[in-house]
């Protein structure tokens, strides 16, 4: 199965091995549910400076790892935050933790395919 995110293209041209790719992929996922976490603790301390510079990380490894529609979604809650407008956060968290259970089940789904169990 291809996955959703052309892993293998990135695979391909980083001149890595799909071994190493499920490692990499592996630390985005944990990554990417600390930073939700993060947000969601930042937002209840009404820390947004930190709230905007969280969505402003998942922005760019979502980008640099091809999970476009995170990025997308990351985006356009960037985009907001740099207008101070935080009246929508909660949503756009929500919509981050659904859109990453979608990515791990590809990106998991595609290793396993291809025999590599992720750690």
């Given at each position: 199965?291809?996955?959703?995110?052309?892993?293998?293209?990135?695979?391909?041209?980083?001149?890595?091995?799909?071994?190493?790719?499920?490692?990499?992929?592996?630390?985005?996922?944990?990554?990417?549910?600390?930073?939700?976490?993060?947000?969601?603790?930042?937002?209840?301390?009404?820390?947004?400076?930190?709230?905007?510079?969280?969505?402003?990380?998942?922005?760019?490894?979502?980008a640099n790892l091809n999970i476009h529609d995170i990025?997308?979604?990351?985006?356009?809650?960037?985009?907001?935050?740099?207008?101070?407008?935080?009246?929508?956060?909660?949503?756009?968290?929500?919509?981050?933790?659904?859109?990453?259970?979608?990515?791990?089940?590809?990106?998991?789904?595609?290793?396993?395919?291809?025999?590599?169990?992720?750690?």
């Amino acid at each position: 199965m291809q996955s959703k995110y052309d892993i293998a293209g990135l695979a391909a041209e980083f001149e890595f091995d799909l071994d190493t790719m499920s490692k990499l992929y592996s630390e985005f996922i944990c990554e990417m549910h600390e930073e939700i976490n993060e947000i969601e603790k930042f937002l209840a301390e009404e820390n947004r400076e930190m709230v905007k510079r969280t969505v402003h990380n998942i922005k760019g490894v979502t980008a640099n790892l091809n999970i476009h529609d995170i990025y997308q979604e990351a985006l356009i809650f960037d985009v907001l935050l740099k207008k101070d407008f935080f009246d929508d956060a909660d949503m756009h968290v929500r919509k981050l933790k659904k859109l990453l259970g979608y990515a791990e089940t590809d990106i998991k789904t595609f290793f396993i395919d291809n025999g590599i169990n992720m750690e």
